[in-house]
């Protein structure tokens, strides 16, 4: 029997490795924007499955949240295998996003300090963009701060080689360390999800004295559309990202 290898090398060029560090912090939005230019996800439960550590056959990684602390590693030791699989695919050029979790572990894989802050984010903040973060990641988006949606109590202190993209009156929020990105806040996000979230961290946010109406009111609808458009700017920047890596004809797209 003969195999199509063009076809099978063609297959593998178009997978991205989605790390879930809980069941249900997922890829949100960002799930249909991949599928629908092509991609396939090879999705990961990092507490249960086994982690990679090389980053080959890849064409991205997306590593997702979580209320793991990543300073706490002998309790979730799967956190170090992530960051090795962090730092081998910057190694490697391999684009990797980060979110919440995840770009506290791209921050302290690449020699930052991840830390507990002293308040936590949770519910709508506004961010400032950086010029740096309108010329790459958020290029598209027209206006200088941008409201979007937190739910972290981490903060980190980041590598000096850190591109910072974007910040709010507490943190930064976003940046870029050779070929990956690290973003505090969730642009994935759906109503769904957070209302999920709500009904799972209920015990968090009642004791941060956060009501669950405010994070989730009727007026929130144009938030999460607005969320929405701005998680495909994003993802069609870092789409980019992924097409660089793979030496397609950008202009082409």
Same mark, same amino acid.
């Given at each position: 029997?003969?195999?199509?290898?063009?076809?099978?090398?063609?297959?593998?060029?178009?997978?991205?490795?989605?790390?879930?560090?809980?069941?249900?912090?997922?890829? %949100?939005?960002?799930?249909?924007?991949?599928?629908?230019?092509?991609?396939?996800?090879? +999705?990961?439960?990092?507490?249960?499955?086994?982690?990679?550590?090389?980053?080959?056959?890849?064409?991205?990684?997306?590593?997702?949240?979580? @209320?793991?602390?990543?300073?706490?590693?002998? +309790?979730?030791?799967?956190?170090?295998?992530?960051?090795?699989?962090?730092?081998?695919?910057?190694?490697?050029?391999?684009? &990797?996003?980060?979110?919440?979790? %995840?770009?506290?572990?791209?921050?302290?894989?690449?020699?930052?300090?991840?830390?507990?802050?002293?308040?936590?984010?949770?519910?709508?903040?506004?961010?400032?963009?950086? @010029?740096?973060?309108?010329?790459?990641?958020?290029? %598209?988006?027209?206006?200088?701060?941008?409201? &979007?949606?937190?739910?972290?109590?981490?903060?980190?202190?980041? @590598? !000096?080689?850190?591109?910072?993209?974007?910040? !709010?009156?507490?943190?930064?929020?976003?940046?870029?360390?050779?070929?990956?990105?690290?973003?505090?806040?969730?642009?994935?996000?759906?109503?769904?999800?957070?209302?999920?979230?709500?009904?799972?961290?209920?015990?968090?946010? +009642?004791?941060?004295?956060?009501?669950?109406?405010?994070?989730?009111? @009727? +007026?929130?609808?144009?938030?999460?559309?607005?969320?929405?458009?701005?998680?495909?700017?994003?993802?069609?920047?870092?789409?980019?990202?992924?097409?660089?890596?793979?030496?397609?004809?950008? %202009?082409?797209?």
């Amino acid at each position: 029997m003969l195999f199509d290898t063009a076809h099978i090398d063609n297959t593998l060029c178009k997978k991205i490795l989605s790390i879930q560090n809980i069941d249900f912090e997922t890829l %949100g939005t960002l799930e249909e924007l991949i599928h629908s230019d092509g991609y396939q996800i090879e +999705n990961i439960e990092a507490q249960t499955d086994t982690i990679p550590s090389k980053a080959d056959g890849y064409v991205a990684i997306v590593i997702l949240g979580g @209320p793991m602390a990543v300073y706490d590693e002998t +309790n979730y030791q799967y956190l170090s295998k992530e960051q090795e699989l962090i730092r081998d695919a910057i190694k490697n050029e391999v684009p &990797v996003l980060g979110i919440c979790l %995840g770009s506290q572990l791209i921050a302290q894989a690449t020699g930052g300090r991840v830390y507990r802050g002293p308040k936590k984010e949770i519910g709508w903040f506004n961010v400032t963009l950086t @010029p740096n973060g309108h010329e790459s990641l958020f290029k %598209g988006i027209k206006t200088k701060t941008v409201r &979007v949606f937190q739910w972290h109590g981490d903060t980190y202190d980041l @590598p !000096s080689t850190a591109n910072i993209m974007a910040f !709010s009156n507490l943190y930064p929020q976003a940046f870029k360390v050779g070929s990956a990105i690290g973003m505090q806040f969730h642009l994935e996000v759906n109503r769904k999800m957070i209302e999920r979230w709500i009904q799972e961290y209920s015990q968090e946010i +009642n004791k941060e004295h956060i009501k669950s109406d405010d994070i989730l009111l @009727p +007026n929130k609808a144009k938030e999460i559309r607005d969320s929405y458009d701005r998680c495909k700017v994003v993802y069609s920047n870092f789409s980019k990202m992924i097409d660089k890596f793979r030496g397609k004809d950008i %202009g082409a797209r």
